[in-house]
Nanobody, 116 residues
Framework: QVQLVESGGGLVQPGGSLRLSCAAS????????MGWYRQAPGKQRELVAD???????NYADSVKGRFFVYRDNAKNMVYLQMNSLKPEDTAVYYC??????????WGQGTQVTVSQ
């Protein structure tokens, strides 16, 4: 089992920046990727950014060039740096850890609100 705890959400003005953090614990050696999904009110959960152990990161088209996912493997952490935030980025953001073959473990979610 893998446990995940997010932090760093909040209220930010359009054009602002925010960094989300997620700490993994438990059987972290089984993780082969970490990343972030989000879910806006009335919408399906969507992938924001994926950072595998090997290979390149993947991003949703809507956040490319604005969001950056990175990991600190020594600390079992994954981060999401969000820049140039837009109102449409408002959502609950969930971090995940993916293990072989394709099992997902989720954090509790953190609210990000982009508004004046």
């Amino acid at each position: 089992q893998v446990q995940l705890v997010e932090s760093g959400g909040g209220l930010v003005q359009p054009g602002g920046s925010l960094r989300l953090s997620c700490a993994a614990s438990g059987r972290t050696f089984t993780i082969n990727a970490m990343g972030w999904y989000r879910q806006a009110p009335g919408k399906q959960r969507e992938l924001v950014a994926d950072r595998p152990n090997i290979g390149d990161s993947n991003y949703a088209d809507s956040v490319k060039g604005r969001f950056f996912v990175y990991r600190d493997n020594a600390k079992n952490m994954v981060y999401l740096q969000m820049n140039s935030l837009k109102p449409e980025d408002t959502a609950v953001y969930y971090c995940y850890g993916r293990t072989f073959p394709r099992d997902y473990y989720w954090g509790q979610g953190t609210q990000v609100t982009v508004s004046q």
